[in-house]
Each structure stands twice: as structure tokens, then as C-alpha cells.
């Protein structure tokens, strides 16, 4: 049995492999739709000012797993990894994956100093292989809680009544928004785009709306950065699933909320939303959630619609009846001796961050949270 772990590390090397790529990636299973191939490629595209480094791992002479991976200095980290909420990796089977992974360690030891997975979904095929590094002779495996991530399930029993579907306190809510906007704007609009061909306007529009009011919070926009709009530009002009809802003023006014969305084939994935602070009473962005997947349901074949609220502690993603599964921040230190400053100073940061995040880890289950009574749910506006 033979084993042959290729690299491509050129822009025009991605551009020829990019079919190849994808058609891997869509036949094995993945995390999220946002973790296949044309997402990790488009944004090596949009991010071109970065060094790719997107490994084959081959046996007998057949792709068996994909990893797709940027340098940045003595880091190699996944692509896409600072833009979403986790990554995953394309292979066949979790030994496929594993064997590769471990492969890429043992190559990676004498080049790169620290190999970065961001954000892991725990379940996932990728969190499975980097399990088996711990056994890795070769390297030291440091991981750490990053978020936990809410999903609410929605019976879809009655499809001509959607709003009949969801919990008592989201209908009121949602009925209580739509006579608060009508009120304020008599004559406000809605546009759902996608899944794919998204109109780099209506982009544009959500991009402007996100860094006008970025002000609520730490940091600037990601919209700030020019290459990530790009990579939602590449991603929108597809047919990739992702899709995007206005709400605006009036007809072709300013925004009163958007989101932006993933769609799996029975889930709606909420990427990243925002508001207009100065109509925060409106709840624009609770009634626009729930009105983007009263849109698309009837295109679910489904009974049941999850909707992943993804990473982030906000209390509002909690007020749903949930599940949640947890997303971890790994960092593989291969074993060398200039390594080992690297390995000492890791094990006692993630060390103490864990301890700090302990509580998360063990908050109440929020599906027990939710009485037959809630109290007064404050949803995204």
C-alpha cells in the first residue's frame, strides 16, 4: 500500500484543481456547507496576498483527502479559518482523514512551527482527526473551547401555516415587529435573494449597513476589508447556497436590517446579521429571521427545519428551544526543540483558558431553560 501527500502552493495551481476540488469536496460529507471546496476557494482567491497551501493526500494512487491550509510567518492555518464559523476536511473516510492529517504533520515539522485549525466543530470529521494526534509521536495537540453554537428545530407539519410552526412567544414577537414597522414605514420592503446569484448590490447595501452601525461593538467591520467583500462577491455571483435578506425602508431605501445565510439541505445557517441603531424598537433584524425562513421553507422536501444560529454567546440565540454543539480552537505543535518555548507557553494559556471557560461549557441546557411561560424573548434586530 502506498501513500503520497501532494502540495499546491501557486494561485494558478488552485485556479486548475478548483473543478477537481470541488467534486471531491461535494461527495463527501461535511460539517456545514460553508466548509467545502468552493468556499475555501474563493476566499484563497479574494485573500490572494496570502501564501495557499492546499494538500492531496493520496493511497494507491487515489485521492483520499483534501486539506486546504494558508501560510502566514511560521503559522500554517486553515483557509477560510479567519472568516467562518468552523472548517472541516474533505476525505473519505475518518482514517482517510486521520492518516492525513497525521501525514501533513510529519511532513509540516521541519517547515512550519505551529499548525492552526481557528474553530472546530466538535462533531465533526475534522475534530475526529485531530483526536488521533494526540497519539502523534511527532507533535503535541492543544485545544480550548471557542463557542457553543444553538440550533432550533422547527416542525414544519403544516406548511401552508408556517408561523403556526414556530414557538408562541416568536409569533407574537414576529406579529408585534410587523405592526411596528408597518406603522413606521408604511411602505417597507423585502427582498430574498439566493440561494446563489445574489446581486453584488444588495451585497454592497448589507456591507454599508454592517460598518455604519459596527460602532455597538469591539473592533471594526469585516466588511473594512476590501478581500472579504470580494470573497462574498465570488461566493453570491454562484450557485453556492448562500443567501441574503433586506428589509428596507422603502423600495430601494436604506436598510433596516439584513442576514446573511448558508442553506444545507434541511438548515439555514445565520452567518452574519445587522440593524440600523437608530430603529433598534422596531426589532427589524428578529422580524426579518423569521420572516426569510418563512420565505424558504416551502423550498425544504423536509418536515423539520434547523435553524444554526452558529458561534457567539449572544443571549437571544439561547431563547429558542435548542440543542447545542461546541466549537474548539486547536493548535498542533509539532515536537522540535526550538518548538518547545511555543509548547510550554500553549499548554499554560489553553490551560488557563479552559479552566475560564469551564462554565460554559457546563451552562444549563437550554431546551430546560424554556418554561411553558418564557419570559420575553429578545431576538437579533
Known amino acids: 500500500m502506498s501513500f503520497d501527500l501532494k502540495i499546491f502552493n501557486k494561485s494558478d495551481e488552485i485556479r486548475e484543481k478548483s473543478s477537481e476540488w470541488i467534486a471531491f469536496s461535494d461527495a463527501c460529507p461535511l460539517a456545514a456547507p460553508f466548509c467545502g471546496a468552493r468556499v475555501w476557494i474563493a476566499w484563497l482567491c479574494a485573500f490572494d496576498d496570502t501564501e495557499p497551501s492546499v494538500y492531496e493526500w493520496y493511497k494507491d494512487g487515489e485521492l483520499r483527502a483534501i486539506i486546504p491550509l494558508f501560510r502566514r510567518k511560521n503559522h500554517l492555518e486553515m483557509a477560510a479559518g479567519p472568516h467562518l464559523d468552523y472548517q472541516d476536511i474533505a476525505a473519505r473516510s475518518d482514517a482517510d482523514a486521520a492518516e492525513a492529517l497525521s501525514a ?20 465533526s470529521r475534522l475534530a475526529r482527526a485531530l483526536s488521533t494526534l494526540r497519539q502523534h509521536e511527532e507533535s503535541r495537540l492543544e485545544n480550548r473551547f471557542w463557542s457553543q453554537c444553538p440550533v432550533s428545530t422547527i416542525h414544519l407539519q403544516a406548511k401552508d401555516d408556517f408561523l403556526a410552526a414556530i414557538p408562541i412567544r416568536q ?11 408597518a406603522e413606521s414605514f408604511p411602505d417597507h420592503q423585502v427582498e430574498h435573494f439566493g440561494p446563489g446569484q445574489i446581486p453584488p448590490q444588495a451585497l454592497d447595501a448589507a456591507a454599508n449597513l454592517h460598518q455604519e452601525n459596527q460602532y455597538r461593538k469591539s473592533g471594526s467591520s469585516v466588511f473594512a476589508d476590501s478581500r472579504y467583500r470580494s ?30 445565510g448558508f442553506w444545507g439541505a434541511d438548515t439555514f445557517y445565520d452567518y452574519l446579521t ?34 444554526d444560529m452558529l458561534c457567539g454567546e449572544e443571549s437571544y440565540k439561547f431563547r429558542w ?17 526550538s518548538n518547545l518555548p511555543r509548547i510550554i507557553g500553549y499548554s499554560a494559556l489553553y490551560g488557563l483558558k479552559n479552566v475560564r471557560n469551564r462554565h460554559l461549557l457546563n451552562r444549563p441546557d437550554p431546551i430546560l431553560m424554556n418554561t411553558a411561560d418564557p419570559i420575553e424573548v429578545i431576538l437579533p434586530r
Open 104 to 123: 501533513l504533520v510529519t511532513t509540516e515539522r521541519d517547515r512550519s512551527g505551529v499548525l492552526v485549525f481557528p474553530k472546530v466543530r466538535s462533531d
Open 171 to 181: 409569533r407574537k414577537d414576529y406579529r408585534n415587529a410587523s405592526r411596528r414597522i
Open 231 to 260: 470573497f462574498l462577491s465570488i461566493l453570491g455571483a454562484s450557485n453556492f447556497p448562500l443567501s441574503l435578506s433586506l428589509l428596507r425602508e422603502h423600495p430601494d431605501g436604506p436598510l433596516l436590517s439584513f442576514h446573511l
Open 274 to 307: 445587522a440593524y440600523a441603531g437608530q430603529h433598534a424598537n422596531l426589532s427589524a433584524g428578529r422580524w426579518l429571521l423569521i420572516d426569510l425562513l418563512r420565505h424558504h421553507h416551502q423550498r425544504i422536501n423536509t418536515e423539520i427545519l434547523h435553524l
Open 321 to 337: 428551544p435548542t440543542t447545542t454543539y461546541s466549537v474548539m480552537r486547536n493548535i498542533v505543535l509539532p515536537w522540535r526543540l
